[in-house]
């Protein structure tokens, strides 16, 4: 078991302070990022010694506003768009020799595609409902 000596910056990520972002410092690592959650069974650190350092000295959780949580969703959608762009469009329509054998259909399928992937954000109900374009084949 990881003896824990200090802690910092400790912050409550739910009501009943059960779980904490805080900063620890590690023997070996020096200061690092650590999630403590309560219900956790692993003992590799000991979450009941830290939360003996944190003691009442945290920031207390503050619910995220529904401004806040919408933002979240629209990272999260324009995240997954992004690295759709990225990986499935990008590698095909801006390699021209890729790009020059496919017909004009398959062309104006990744056209689409890609037209789609772009106007996610126009859908009625984004972010929270949105309807993903089928990618061609």
């Known amino acids: 078991m990881i003896t824990i000596t200090e802690v910092r910056n400790a912050q409550s990520l739910n009501d009943d302070n059960s779980r904490f972002d805080v900063e620890i410092n590690h023997p070996e690592f020096g200061w690092i990022p650590y999630t403590l959650d309560k219900s956790d069974t692993?003992?590799?650190?000991?979450?009941?010694?830290?939360?003996?350092?944190?003691?009442?000295?945290?920031?207390?959780?503050?619910?995220?506003?529904?401004?806040?949580?919408?933002?979240?969703?629209?990272?999260?959608?324009?995240?997954?768009?992004?690295?759709?762009?990225?990986?499935?469009?990008?590698?095909?329509?801006?390699?021209?020799?890729?790009?020059?054998?496919?017909?004009?259909?398959?062309?104006?399928?990744?056209?689409?595609?890609?037209?789609d992937l772009l106007d996610l954000t126009n859908q009625a109900g984004y972010p929270y409902t949105v309807v993903w374009p089928t990618k061609p084949e």
């Not at 350092?53 to 506003?65: C, E, N, R």
């Not at 969703?73 to 496919?102: F, H, K």
């Open 42 to 115: 692993d003992m590799t650190i000991n979450n009941e010694d830290i939360l003996r350092l944190i003691g009442p000295h945290f920031d207390y959780y503050v619910a995220p506003t529904d401004e806040e949580l919408r933002e979240q969703q629209e990272n999260l959608i324009r995240g997954e768009r992004n690295y759709l762009l990225a990986t499935e469009v990008d590698p095909i329509v801006s390699n021209s020799l890729r790009w020059n054998d496919m017909s004009e259909t398959k062309q104006s399928e990744w056209v689409q595609y890609r037209t």
